[in-house]
């Protein structure tokens, strides 16, 4: 059975066990990293020397970077299905995978979601947060126009891509941030909402992670 270490609040872990649920994979989870702790031992650094969650470990193969294992999930038990069989559509949905994680991750998670949640906001730089805010929303628009005419990433069937871009999503529409009008992105965070994978661990109460007078 598949093991995948990490908390069940990190993003980066949900995507991970919506992928597992799409393709029917059963999976024991380890509960470490933030409150748990766990990352410092000489175990968890022999499997992940970058000593950050998510990794798993399917038999005697150990994979770190959600990115590649949700994308091996899908190839190895999803072909055809969320890992693309055509090879245009493969690699569309490796082109908004990557866009996810080279233009939207950084500004949405690291300079937009962690300072709201993570800093007090007597603390938090809050031009700072309203900039990346306002760049997330100009990468928003773009996948707005993509989904106008697309009712999934890749076509009309969900892939990895949805996987991965969808993932950020339920914090994006439920964080108290300005954002533009995205009629077709709500539109497929709504189809996303139906998933029970997507239900079960990414529509998760992040409000629970704010520290003290965030
Ligand atoms: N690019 C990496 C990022 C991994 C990462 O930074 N994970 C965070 C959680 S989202 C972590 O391990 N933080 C330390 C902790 O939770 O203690 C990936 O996608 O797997």
Redesign the pocket.
């Known amino acids: 059975m598949i093991k995948v270490w990490?908390?069940d609040t990190?993003?980066?872990?949900q995507k991970v066990l919506w992928a597992l649920d799409e393709v029917g994979q059963s999976y024991d989870r380890v509960d470490?990293?933030?409150a748990?702790?766990g990352?410092d031992t000489e175990e968890f650094g022999r499997l992940n020397p970058?000593?950050?969650?998510?990794v798993i470990e399917d038999g005697e193969f150990v994979l770190?970077?959600?990115?590649?294992?949700v994308r091996y999930l899908a190839e190895a038990y999803g072909a055809g299905s969320l890992f693309p069989a055509d090879l245009k559509s493969r690699a569309i949905a490796q082109q908004w995978a990557n866009w996810c994680?080279t233009s939207v991750?950084a500004d949405f998670?690291t300079h937009t979601f962690s300072p709201l949640i993570r800093v007090p906001a007597a603390e938090r730089d809050t031009a700072a947060v309203t900039a990346a805010a306002a760049r997330v929303g100009k990468s928003m628009q773009i996948l707005d126009g993509h989904l106008a005419s697309h009712e999934f990433l890749a076509g009309s069937a969900l892939t990895f891509a949805d996987i991965e871009v969808g993932a950020l999503m339920h914090r994006y529409f439920t964080l108290p941030i300005e954002r533009p009008e995205l009629p077709n992105a709500a539109a497929w965070y709504e189809r996303l909402q139906t998933r029970p994978g997507f239900q079960t661990h990414v529509m998760k109460d992040w409000t629970q992670m704010k520290v003290p007078g965030a």
């Open positions: 990490g908390r990190s993003v980066n872990v470490c990293g933030g748990f702790g990352l970058n000593r950050r969650i998510p770190w970077e959600s990115s590649a294992i994680l991750y998670i």
